[in-house]
């Protein structure tokens, strides 16, 4: 699996976070949540990608902070209960996956990949990217993920 190297520019997030451990049906369950609030959004980009940014990731307690969220050509007012992002413009390793595939995907992008590539992870968020085809009902659904890189 050999990913597309591309530079993004910035934009802007509106979603619902949660902040914890990956593993149980949480992140669905916000996904669920917030998919039933999006049209509270002002602003949007209106193109129909959704993402999902994560960013605190902490190695020592597995915590992290995940973001269900669209782009805003402008972050105004921001729902009661959401949150607001702005993702820097970067160089990223964008790699297609599945939702069955997603964790031994993420695991060979970081753990295999990443340290032979000749990059190192910048510091900043990674995020899931959900197209207008992406079905979370289909398992051969495909979407992509950003590995935020830069020269090692």
């Not at 976070?17 to 049209?39: C, H, N, P, T, V």
């Not at 597995?62 to 160089?91: N, R, W």
């Amino acid at each position: 699996m050999e990913p597309k190297i591309v530079t993004k520019p910035a934009f802007k997030v509106v979603g619902m976070k949660y902040r914890g451990k990956s593993g149980g049906d949480e992140i669905k369950e916000l996904w669920g949540a917030f998919m039933r609030r999006m049209y509270e959004i002002k602003n949007a980009v209106g193109d129909q990608v959704s993402y999902g940014v994560s960013t605190e990731f902490d190695n020592e307690t597995k915590v992290f902070d995940y973001i269900a969220c669209i782009a805003v050509h402008l972050i105004e007012e921001v729902p009661q209960g959401m949150v607001s992002l702005d993702i820097p413009q970067g160089t990223f390793a964008v790699f297609t996956t599945t939702l069955p595939t997603m964790m031994e995907d993420y695991n060979y992008a970081y753990n295999n990949w990443l340290p032979q590539s000749g990059y190192a992870k910048a510091d900043q968020p990674d995020y899931e990217e959900y197209g207008p085809s992406f079905d979370p009902e289909d398992p051969n659904s495909e979407f992509t993920f950003y590995v935020p890189i830069k020269k090692a």
